[in-house]
């Protein structure tokens, strides 16, 4: 299945419907956009990110554009905003497995871990 990802809203209690995502490769200091989407009713993408035949080894970034979605859904945020772009940086070390990852967030706070 190669590389996914899935964003809850953990303020409304659902998928976070509508959030704009950018992936990108890495390599130190240097980064590569990859694609850049937008979450479907399900909080996810349409589609893997890459599949097993194209994921490759190597480091990765997902930026997710927490403020414009919160915001969106007409929550109020003070300026500076405390999120508003969550950047999460991780290594994919076997391309023959999935790799998940999925956010749980809200205006204030996120966790992520490596999902199934």
């Not at 509508?18 to 490769?25: D, I, N, P, R, S």
């Not at 399900?42 to 919160?70: C, E, I, M, Q, W």
């Not at 950047?87 to 706070?109: C, E, M, N, R, T």
Request: aromatic share 12%.
């Amino acid at each position: 299945m190669g590389l996914s990802t899935h964003v809850l809203d953990t303020m409304h209690g659902g998928p976070a419907v509508g959030m704009a995502v950018e992936l990108y490769t890495t390599d130190g200091e240097n980064t590569n956009l990859v694609k850049r989407f937008v979450l479907n009713a399900d909080g996810r993408t349409d589609a893997p990110l890459y599949d097993n035949n194209s994921l490759k080894k190597g480091t990765y970034r997902l930026v997710f554009d927490v403020a414009a979605y919160f915001r969106g859904r007409g929550v109020t945020l003070p300026e500076p905003n405390f999120l508003n772009k969550v950047s999460l940086d991780f290594g994919v070390a076997a391309v023959d497995q999935h790799y998940h990852v999925p956010l749980l967030v809200s205006p204030w706070s996120y966790s992520t871990y490596r999902g199934s």
